[in-house]
């Protein structure tokens, strides 16, 4: 194993993880991941950006043997795929120093045990000068942690900007050849990962497009050289206006869900508005995840399970709540048996997304004509909603 030789005097020195189908124990990844780290060489000093996954600690060490000295480890983030082996590092080079954003000197220190005459703080746009190649550091904190920073390289016009524009995809091109490619895990990994923090995102966006951008190098996921492909996107996916796109995530216990949302998707249909139902019992929830980064309606499809909603359903909601979508309507439709308290169940778990909520269709049973009806009635409302917004 090589390091791969991007530029003259900066290489990648990271690891693809084909297999790895689940991150944090909850993330799919059906395309795997990569975890970037990149070595840049000045005339005077030189510097690691980021790390791997301790997992992939035989790629590291196989890497760094082709370089005898390291004397600045800078970390963007102390997430443990990146930071984790912050310590083999510190202990292979005893000369090296760790660069941290303030906020990160106590996460290093609790998480990976990091004497503190190793490591050194570094101010939002101070600069390092390698010998010919100066680094600035830009705090941007919350993308997706407290602590994290983007470090760009100025002569050389390269972003290495850890989480931030990342994807989950392991490729044996380090450069993208083909946007068409990336573009749904990069969505992806917004979705998952970024689409929470994306007020905090729309703040801090314009320090990276004030940059005069050759690359972008983030720390999962192929390196842009066209930079202005992944911003571009990441300015819609965080703009406040969302689509004309309704998301419904529903599960049947014995069908009577099942034919409501069946007919309400056609009535959504034909009033056209787009829709995407999504099965909880067989879907990705990546894909569910993407879809919300867009939609205007999201509409929770469930039966009662002990006067509740049904487990699925329940950890749908609380998905939506997590990720904080720009949604702004939501509805919920369902069957039951004797009672439900399945409705003020879901208005209590939105509490972070606080979308304005349609009249309900909750009905006792089998569906009969008159709610068919009232589901017509509800795309009818649908309808109106999105083109009093404009999205239509």
Same mark, same amino acid.
């Given at each position: 194993?090589?390091?791969?030789?991007?530029?003259?005097?900066?290489?990648? #020195?990271?690891?693809?993880?084909?297999?790895?189908?689940?991150?944090?124990?909850?993330?799919?990844?059906?395309?795997?991941?990569?975890?970037?780290?990149?070595?840049?060489?000045?005339?005077?000093?030189?510097?690691?950006?980021?790390?791997?996954?301790?997992?992939?600690?035989?790629?590291?060490?196989?890497?760094?043997?082709?370089?005898?000295?390291?004397?600045?480890?800078?970390?963007?983030?102390?997430?443990?795929?990146?930071?984790?082996?912050?310590?083999?590092?510190?202990?292979?080079?005893?000369?090296?120093?760790?660069?941290?954003?303030?906020?990160?000197?106590?996460?290093?220190?609790?998480?990976?045990?990091?004497?503190?005459?190793?490591?050194?703080?570094?101010?939002?746009?101070?600069?390092?000068?390698?010998?010919?190649?100066?680094?600035?550091?830009?705090?941007?904190?919350?993308?997706?942690?407290?602590?994290?920073?983007?470090?760009?390289?100025?002569?050389?016009?390269?972003?290495?900007?850890?989480?931030?524009?990342?994807?989950?995809?392991?490729?044996?091109?380090?450069?993208?050849?083909?946007?068409?490619?990336?573009?749904?895990?990069?969505?992806?990994?917004?979705? /998952?990962?970024?689409?929470?923090?994306?007020?905090?995102?729309?703040?801090?966006?314009?320090?990276? /497009?004030?940059?005069?951008?050759?690359?972008?190098?983030?720390?999962?996921?192929?390196?842009?050289?066209?930079?202005?492909?992944?911003?571009?996107?990441?300015? /819609?996916?965080?703009?406040?206006?969302?689509?004309?796109? #309704?998301?419904?995530?529903?599960?049947?216990?014995?069908?009577?869900?099942?034919?409501?949302?069946?007919?309400? #998707?056609?009535?959504?249909?034909?009033?056209?508005?787009?829709?995407?139902?999504?099965?909880?019992?067989?879907?990705?929830?990546?894909?569910?995840?993407?879809?919300?980064?867009?939609?205007?309606?999201?509409?929770?499809?469930?039966?009662?399970?002990?006067?509740?909603?049904?487990?699925?359903?329940?950890?749908?909601?609380?998905?939506?709540?997590?990720?904080?979508?720009?949604?702004?309507?939501?509805?919920?439709?369902?069957?039951?048996?004797?009672?439900?308290?399945?409705?003020?169940?879901?208005?209590?778990?939105?509490?972070?997304?606080?979308?304005?909520?349609?009249?309900?269709?909750?009905?006792?049973?089998?569906?009969?004509?008159?709610?068919?009806?009232?589901?017509?009635?509800?795309?009818?409302?649908?309808?109106?909603?999105?083109?009093?917004?404009?999205?239509?």
């Amino acid at each position: 194993m090589k390091p791969k030789k991007l530029f003259e005097g900066i290489y990648w #020195v990271g690891a693809q993880d084909w297999d790895r189908r689940l991150f944090d124990s909850l993330i799919p990844l059906p395309e795997g991941t990569s975890y970037n780290a990149y070595l840049v060489q000045g005339e005077k000093y030189t510097a690691l950006i980021d790390a791997v996954d301790p997992s992939k600690i035989n790629f590291l060490e196989e890497h760094l043997k082709e370089f005898p000295k390291i004397d600045f480890l800078i970390a963007n983030h102390i997430e443990q795929d990146h930071s984790g082996l912050i310590p083999f590092v510190l202990e292979k080079y005893p000369q090296a120093q760790l660069l941290i954003t303030p906020t990160a000197k106590d996460l290093v220190q609790s998480h990976l045990h990091v004497a503190e005459n190793r490591l050194r703080t570094v101010a939002d746009g101070e600069k390092l000068d390698l010998g010919g190649r100066t680094i600035r550091f830009i705090h941007f904190p919350w993308v997706h942690w407290p602590e994290t920073m983007l470090s760009y390289l100025e002569e050389d016009q390269i972003l290495f900007s850890c989480d931030l524009f990342g994807s989950h995809l392991a490729s044996s091109e380090l450069f993208i050849r083909e946007e068409t490619l990336v573009i749904e895990p990069a969505k992806r990994y917004y979705a /998952e990962i970024m689409m929470p923090f994306r007020k905090i995102i729309q703040k801090n966006l314009e320090k990276v /497009e004030s940059l005069p951008l050759n690359y972008i190098a983030p720390s999962h996921g192929p390196i842009y050289p066209r930079p202005e492909f992944i911003i571009q996107a990441y300015k /819609e996916w965080i703009a406040d206006k969302p689509r004309n796109l #309704v998301v419904i995530a529903h599960v049947s216990m014995h069908g009577s869900t099942e034919k409501m949302v069946s007919h309400l #998707v056609q009535a959504l249909s034909l009033r056209n508005v787009e829709v995407r139902p999504f099965n909880l019992t067989v879907t990705d929830v990546g894909r569910l995840a993407i879809s919300l980064v867009e939609a205007a309606t999201i509409i929770i499809a469930s039966p009662t399970v002990l006067t509740g909603l049904h487990p699925l359903a329940a950890e749908a909601v609380f998905l939506v709540n997590a990720l904080r979508p720009k949604a702004l309507f939501a509805g919920f439709i369902g069957s039951y048996g004797w009672k439900s308290r399945a409705l003020d169940q879901l208005k209590t778990m939105l509490d972070s997304v606080r979308p304005e909520f349609l009249n309900p269709v909750q009905i006792k049973g089998d569906p009969r004509p008159e709610d068919f009806a009232a589901l017509d009635n509800l795309a009818e409302e649908i309808y109106q909603k999105h083109r009093s917004a404009n999205l239509v």
